[in-house]
């Protein structure tokens, strides 16, 4: 069963500084995806990562993966109050055999507050 | 349309009430996901078609959960004979089946569902 953990489940940081938020996972997958979801909102794609050392960019946003490792982070940037959300890892377990069905397990969740 | 609807937004039950909430993915995606948020919680897979076949239903909690996609568009999850534990918010998406692609999955705003 493929399981997902990210830490810290809850992280309240003040303006302008920097944070990493991880993604552990308990089987093997080069599929990451994270998203953002705001209160009462549905969620948000952020970045998709396919490979091992994937990284990508977006604004204060910065994600890896290694797979490896089986972890991926989110790194946060100079945080603004903008970026106040939970952050979700999700991981879809992909073969051969079950192509198209993508299902995603995804973790419990950061709920991240930027404090000005 | 632009992005995944889903309908209602909101709906109030009493406990032994049957319910229907609708989904209606983007238009000429292949793949369609029900998901279950818990208050706090990541989502959890419930079921998952490609086009009109329900290939996966295994996140499906009772039998007394039932999806359908007759015509591979617009999506039905019914629940009959709802409990309090039901209550949750229910999450639609889709995406777009092509080998290589790995688009991300696409997630209407949900329908929050509250159980009397």
């Known amino acids: 069963e493929l399981k997902v953990e990210q830490n810290p489940l809850f992280l309240s940081m003040q303006e302008g500084k920097n944070y990493t938020i991880y993604c552990n996972y308990s089987t093997t997958s080069d599929r990451l995806y994270w998203y953002r979801q705001d209160p009462g909102k549905s969620l948000e794609s952020l970045f998709v990562?396919?490979?091992?050392?994937a990284v990508k960019q977006e604004g204060r946003l910065m994600a890896s993966l290694d797979t490896k490792a089986r972890l991926s982070t989110l790194h946060i940037t100079a945080a603004v109050h903008d970026l106040s959300a939970t952050y979700f890892c999700a991981v879809d377990y992909y073969s051969i055999s079950n192509f198209g069905n993508e299902k995603l397990t995804f973790g419990t969740g950061t709920r991240l507050t930027i404090i000005p | 349309g632009a992005g995944v609807s889903q309908s209602p937004r909101y709906k109030v039950a009493k406990r032994g009430q049957d319910v229907a909430l609708r989904c209606d993915p983007i238009s000429g995606h292949v793949s369609l996901f029900w998901y279950q948020q818990a208050l706090g919680q990541g989502p959890e897979f419930l079921t998952y078609f490609q086009n009109e076949a329900q290939l996966d239903k295994s996140g499906l909690p009772s039998d007394r959960f039932f999806a359908e996609r007759p015509e591979g568009s617009v999506s039905t999850l019914k629940i009959q004979r709802t409990q309090q534990e039901d209550s949750a918010v229910y999450l639609c998406?889709?995406?777009?089946?092509?080998?290589?692609?790995?688009?991300?999955?696409?997630f209407g705003d949900g329908t929050r569902l509250s159980i009397l």
């Open positions: 990562l396919l490979s091992n050392g």
């Open positions: 998406a889709s995406t777009d089946n092509v080998e290589g692609a790995r688009q991300p999955q696409h």
